[in-house]
């Protein structure tokens, strides 16, 4: 397996929506195994070797709490109230300079640090693409996704709620994708009763 890049990959941790269908609650506060969704998935990518960079609405909103301790870099994003592309515009402007920046929402519960480092060491596997993206095992489109930084200018046009579809579709013939075990890079929880039947069917009740 290849080494992890000498400098850590600026990783954006999408944290910013508002959790519309979980009706009051916040499936980013909710706890699996232990620990609250947020922060699991923000030490899982911390223990894969990115620099962590959270995006949030704002430096009041709860979420911020729930990486106390932990060495992330928040960042406060009022263009998130235009929707993900809000987001992704404000957001990787934010990040540092680098060779590659990784996207990664925050909800996948059953994402681990090496399906992390996995996408992150990708461009030693395929050092001729420009996006490398986990899929699930089977083969369908999830995440992390690593951008080369040559597209960067791109999520500059981003608007709205669009996401960064687009500008991995316009690079379809430079796009890797890495198949991660199960359904670990798709399976996102977005309602109460989504998290009710995961808990019941995975153990983590």
Known sequence: ????PATPV?????AAGRSSRMRGRDKLAEVVEGEPLLRRIARHCIEAGAEVHVALPDADHPRRR???GLSVTPLFLPASAEGMG?????GVA??????QIAVLPADLPELLPDDIRYVLQAPAIAPQALIWRGTSQDGRPGH????DASLRPQFQELRGDEGAAAIV???HDRLYLLPLPEERAIRDLDTPEAWAQWRQ???NG
């Open 1 to 4: 397996m290849p080494s992890m």
């Open 10 to 14: 600026p990783l954006l941790l999408l």
């Open 66 to 68: 729930l990486l106390e």
């Open 86 to 90: 809000g987001t992704l515009r404000a």
């Open 94 to 99: 934010a990040l540092p300079p680098a060779a």
């Open 144 to 147: 992390p996704v690593l951008f």
């Open 169 to 171: 579709r316009a690079q």
């Open 201 to 203: 069917t995975s153990g």
